[in-house]
């Protein structure tokens, strides 16, 4: 992890521009480098952190994301512990894939593969790492200049080992596991359920599980009823993915080497 132990505070190295969104402990701000690069900086106060719990978070976002290094997930540049804490990271100049898919409607089945791929790669990287994100989602997955697709937001990620199960519920339920929304310990490649989700939104441009309450969300997912597609594209790879005993499900690997 790249502490940063310069003179100066980072506030006085950048160029503050606009805001660019705010997450659940801070803002993010858009910011000039000297140089002219531009980055992206995450600013939480600390008075936001309001126990044990989410200092655990911001530590491992720091820490998780500071240890990986692949093309499709957001880089940390550096970080400061001060008055405020403070993330300066790789800018993804062009939003999430959330809008990208409001705004584009239907995403031919080539560039669905394309972008589904660089995700899968970056998944992939993380488990062979020991890494489990458990927050994937449209609005986690950001677009950046050179129109490839970056993993964002570790704040809930964590590490594990495969002969072990992890118990913290987390997420968005719409993308959640059944063994999640029924607060049943897991496996540590839990993400290639949500990933099965995001598939299904790619190809198919809505949400696969839906309920209008919590409680038939939870139905839908713990029973794999999810909304029929009206065309059969990736049905094969998304129903493999939608598996609910996890044992069945498809590994990253799998996924990885589907066709
Ligand atoms: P987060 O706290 O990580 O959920 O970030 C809050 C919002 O800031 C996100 O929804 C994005 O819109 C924006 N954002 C976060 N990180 C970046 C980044 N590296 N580049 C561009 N925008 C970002």
Not at 47 to 75: A, G, N
Not at 203 to 211: E, I, L, R, W
């Amino acid at each position: 992890v790249k502490r940063h132990h310069h003179k100066h505070n980072l506030k006085h190295r950048y160029e503050f521009l606009e805001s660019l969104g705010k997450g659940t402990y801070g803002k993010v701000k858009k910011a000039k480098e000297r140089s002219g690069r531009l980055v992206a900086v995450k600013s939480i106060r600390k008075e936001k952190i309001k126990d044990e719990q989410d200092l655990v978070h911001i530590r491992r976002e720091i820490e998780i994301m500071s240890s990986l290094c692949h093309p499709h997930i957001i880089t940390i540049y550096e970080f400061e512990n001060k008055d405020k804490i403070v993330i300066v990271m790789e800018y993804a100049s062009q939003g999430d894939l959330y809008d990208y898919i409001c705004d584009k409607k239907n995403l031919s089945e080539y560039e669905a593969r394309h972008f589904f791929r660089q995700i899968v790669s970056a998944v992939h990287y993380c488990h062979q790492n020991g890494i489990v994100h458990r927050d994937l989602k449209l609005e986690n997955i950001l677009l950046d200049g050179n129109g490839n697709f970056q993993i964002a937001d570790f704040g809930l990620s964590n590490l594990y080992h495969s002969d072990e199960y992890l118990q913290t519920f987390c997420g968005s339920p719409l993308y959640a596991s059944p063994e999640i929304v029924n607060g049943r310990p897991y496996r540590g490649p839990v993400d290639t359920w949500s990933l099965g989700v995001l598939l299904y939104t790619l190809v198919h441009g809505t949400m696969p599980f839906d309920g209008l309450n919590h409680k038939i969300l939870v139905q839908q997912i713990s029973t794999g009823n999810y909304r029929k597609p009206s065309k059969p594209s990736a049905c094969g790879l998304i129903r493999w993915m939608l598996m609910v005993n996890p044992e069945r499900r498809a590994t990253i690997e799998e996924v990885a080497g589907h066709w």
